[in-house]
Nanobody
Framework: QVQLVESGGGLVQAGGSLRLSCAAS????????VGWFRQAPEKEREFVAG????????YYADSVKDRFTISRDNAKNMANLQMNSLKPEDTAVYYC???????????????????WGQGTQVTVSS
């Protein structure tokens, strides 16, 4: 069992930055791929970024590439999402997700994740 708790959301002006954190319980965090997803009002949940258990593989949605950076610190059971050059269209509830993987790989599909955090609101004003 893994429990995930997100933090770091808030209100920021366009062009600003936020850093989201995901704290995970458990002692085998390095065997879990982690993903960040977001859901805006009246829209489907979408993939934002993913990272493999070792941190060696990172993956991004085209809409956030070159602006967002995903990272993890397995010694601290933490995963982070650094968000720069934020745009109003980045406004959404952001969720951290995790799934144990046999091989060290990242995962983009939300239906493959079985552990989810409660979400944190990010609002970008224009």
């Amino acid at each position: 069992q893994v429990q995930l708790v997100e933090s770091g959301g808030g209100l920021v002006q366009a062009g600003g930055s936020l850093r989201l954190s995901c704290a995970a319980s458990g002692r085998t965090f390095s065997t879990y791929a982690v993903g960040w997803f977001r859901q805006a009002p009246e829209k489907e949940r979408e993939f934002v970024a993913g990272i493999s258990g070792s941190g060696g593989g990172t993956y991004y949605a085209d809409s956030v590439k070159d602006r967002f950076t995903i990272s993890r610190d397995n010694a601290k059971n933490m995963a982070n999402l650094q968000m720069n050059s934020l745009k109003p269209e980045d406004t959404a509830v952001y969720y951290c997700a995790a799934v144990r993987t046999v091989f060290d790989r990242g995962i983009r599909q939300s239906d493959q994740y079985n552990y989810w955090g409660q979400g944190t609101q990010v609002t970008v004003s224009s």
